[in-house]
């Protein structure tokens, strides 16, 4: 079946420094894939995503690139903030999956000033 | 995009009863899904509403324990049958809009059963 492997967390960084949280996924189709950003008390909300091979997804500051090649889609900031901090959840969906998505463990980032 | 809704935003509630979860979107959709969220955990979808059609189970889930409404376009609900101290969990509903397969999700319900 279809899954997500996320890097373990949590992750603890100073305010500025370079964010990357790995993300490899296995599927039986071609999946788009996303990152969902998830801040304390709240539900999750979409931060970006890449619908095909090579594609990059982007939003505040955050970036991914689609690889099919490593069947992964890290997450990367070039410098995070306090603001930042929240769980971070790598995704799937198939569109032939009845609109299912798959997600990973989340990973927590804790930035500190 | 969405805007979901959730009633109520949390709950204590105990053993034995049960509690019905509310979730309302802006806009008609067709897909709702309903997840649970233990605890520094990541999601585990408990079933697909459809409008008009029973709502399709995951492994593990059963109508009874959860059983799930779904009237029309915009809203759902889904019940907490018999809580034990386990179900303490939020609970998440989300939809998918349009063809990008991305999910909107609502901002939970969080469940503490004693």
């Known amino acids: 079946g279809d899954s997500v492997t996320q890097m373990e967390g949590p992750v603890t960084l100073s305010e500025e420094a370079f964010l990357t949280i790995n993300c490899t996924y296995t599927?039986?189709?071609?999946?788009?894939l996303f990152w969902y950003v998830q801040y304390p008390g709240e539900g999750l909300q979409l931060l970006l995503k890449?619908?095909?091979?090579?594609d990059k997804g982007s939003n505040k500051g955050f970036e991914a690139t689609y690889r099919k090649e490593t069947t992964s889609f890290h997450l990367e900031k070039g410098s995070v903030q306090v603001s930042d901090s929240a769980v971070y959840f790598c995704?799937?969906?198939?569109?032939?999956?009845?609109?299912?998505?798959?997600f990973g463990d989340g990973t927590t980032l804790t930035v500190k000033p | 995009s969405a805007v979901i809704s959730q009633k109520p935003s949390r709950d204590i509630c105990q053993r034995g009863t049960s509690l019905t979860i509310q979730c309302q979107v802006d806009s008609q959709v067709t897909m709702m899904f309903w997840y649970r969220q233990q605890p520094g955990q990541s999601l585990t979808l408990i079933a697909t509403?459809?409008?008009?059609?029973?709502?399709?189970?995951e492994s593990g889930f059963v109508i009874d324990k959860f059983p799930i409404s779904r009237p029309n376009l915009t809203f759902s609900t889904l019940t907490v049958s018999n809580m034990s101290p386990e179900d303490s969990s939020i609970y998440l509903c989300?939809?998918?809009?349009?063809?990008?397969?991305?999910?909107?999700f609502g901002p939970g319900t969080r469940l503490t059963v004693t």
């Open positions: 599927a039986t189709g071609y999946p788009s």
């Open positions: 509403a459809n409008q008009g059609s029973e709502a399709t189970y």
């Open positions: 995704a799937l969906s198939i569109n032939t999956n009845a609109g299912k998505s798959t």
């Open positions: 989300s939809v998918e809009v349009g063809q990008g397969l991305e999910q909107y």
């Open positions: 890449a619908t095909k091979a090579d």
